[in-house]
Structures are given as structure tokens and as C-alpha cells.
């Protein structure tokens, strides 16, 4: 069954640096998404992308976020000037459409530590 | 604004006994829910959906039906075994993009 991936599964990075979390979503997926887990709350959604554009974010996503679909198979998180608070699991989902039969399907995230 | 309420864990239980995990949600329009799986050290898995009311999704020997009347969405399995030991995530999607998670229930089965 085709997955999706994620790589790595864990970043330790110094605060301040910035970082790229990869995703590969599943081959014929138009929809792609950013959701994050703080440790011990919940998972939060951060952004959306159809088309090679933002389709939504939440508040969460600021400036200090950016998404990137920089070939035909990946889709990129960029964190710059990372913050400690910016420690979370980093899940990469993607979709077929937004229709409710055409559930989003999860990598396996990418633990991202700052130090 | 849509949000969706799970009981606390951890759930714990003894194999073969039957499981209730509650989920309630509240939504302005009419969502799919969802209920993920989360095993040790993987990432989040669809267990189960409906789409609309009175439907029931299943899978596993897991199942839960949408309840409209009562905005609530619980999972069940009649018997549980060692192997269903993991963290369950209840969801909602409404018109937007994003799924609204719950908090999650970590489910331990003792042998």
C-alpha cells in the first residue's frame, strides 16, 4: 500500500538555525498538509497546499513558516530561526481531494528537537 | 469553533475484554469523523471514518457509529487484544482543509 514518508525521523537543531522537514506524499495525492504535536497536547493542523499553492493555515503558521513543493514528489516544511517551543512531532499528510470519502493519510512524522 | 473531546487515559484493560473510548464533538456544519491509530514509535494511522449521520465505520474489529443526536462518534471492540495497545485519536473534518484532533487515548491491554 503506498505510504507516506517522511525524512528524517529525528532533527536535533540548535535555536536559532533553521530547518527543512521532508515529505514525501503518495504519488497520485493532490492535498498536502503540515500538522504538529507538542508533547503531551494536541495535534494541531498548520497548513494546506493544493496546486502549488497555500490553500490554508492556522495562526500557528507565521512568518517563521514556509511550505515548498520544490519537484514532483516533494513537499518541504522550512522553519526558520528556530525556537525551543518550536520542539514538536512533525506529520506530513497527504489526500487524494478534500471530499469526506477521501481521508488524508499520515506519515510517520519527524521529531524535531531544538536545543 | 469545532473541537473534539475524548475521555482521558490511559485506558487500561485486561485481553479479550470490550472497549468504549468516548468521543464528542462539537461543529457548526455536518463533518466526517475520524478515529487514528497511533502504535509505539509509528505515525498516525486511519482506522475507521463516517461520513455522515448514522453511519458506522469499522475495521479490525473495531467500530463506531455517528451520532448525530448526540454529537458523539465512541469506538468499540469487543474483544481486545496485547497488539491494540496504542494511542487512538478521534478527528473531525468539516468544510475546511484541516482535521480538528482530540487529545488522544492511550490504550494499554495487559495480558
Known amino acids: 500500500e503506498p505510504e507516506v514518508t517522511q525524512t528524517p525521523s529525528h532533527q536535533v537543531t540548535q535555536m536559532g538555525q533553521e530547518v527543512i522537514l521532508r515529505c514525501v506524499p503518495i504519488?497520485?495525492?493532490?492535498?498536502f498538509y503540515w500538522y504538529r504535536q507538542i508533547l503531551g497536547q494536541k495535534v494541531e493542523f498548520l497548513v494546506s497546499?493544493?496546486?502549488?499553492?497555500?490553500?490554508?493555515k492556522s495562526e500557528i503558521f507565521d512568518d517563521q513558516f514556509s511550505v515548498e513543493r520544490p519537484d514532483g514528489s516533494n513537499f518541504t516544511l522550512k522553519i526558520r530561526s528556530t525556537k525551543l517551543e518550536d520542539s514538536a512531532m512533525y506529520f506530513c499528510?497527504?489526500?487524494?481531494?478534500?471530499?469526506?470519502?477521501?481521508?488524508?493519510?499520515f506519515g510517520d512524522g519527524t521529531r524535531l528537537s531544538i536545543l | 469553533g469545532d473541537s473534539v473531546t475524548q475521555m482521558e487515559g490511559p485506558v487500561t484493560l485486561s485481553e479479550e475484554a470490550f472497549l468504549t473510548i468516548n468521543c464528542t464533538y462539537t461543529?457548526?456544519?455536518?463533518?466526517?469523523l475520524f478515529w487514528y491509530v497511533q502504535y509505539p514509535g509509528e505515525g498516525l494511522q486511519l482506522l475507521l471514518k463516517?461520513?455522515?449521520a448514522d453511519d458506522k465505520g469499522s475495521n479490525k474489529g473495531f467500530e463506531a457509529t455517528y451520532r448525530k443526536e448526540t454529537t458523539s462518534f465512541h469506538l468499540e471492540k469487543g474483544s481486545v487484544q496485547v497488539s491494540d495497545s496504542a494511542v487512538y485519536f478521534c478527528?473531525?473534518?468539516?468544510?475546511?482543509?484541516?482535521?480538528?484532533w482530540g487529545a488522544g487515548t492511550k490504550l494499554i491491554i495487559k495480558p
Open positions: 504519488s497520485n495525492h493532490l492535498y
Open positions: 463516517a461520513t455522515k
Open positions: 497546499f493544493y496546486n502549488n499553492e497555500i490553500s490554508e
Open positions: 461543529a457548526t456544519g455536518y463533518p466526517s
Open positions: 499528510a497527504s489526500s487524494e481531494g478534500v471530499n469526506n470519502n477521501q481521508p488524508q493519510h
Open positions: 478527528a473531525l473534518k468539516d468544510s475546511n482543509y484541516q482535521l480538528i
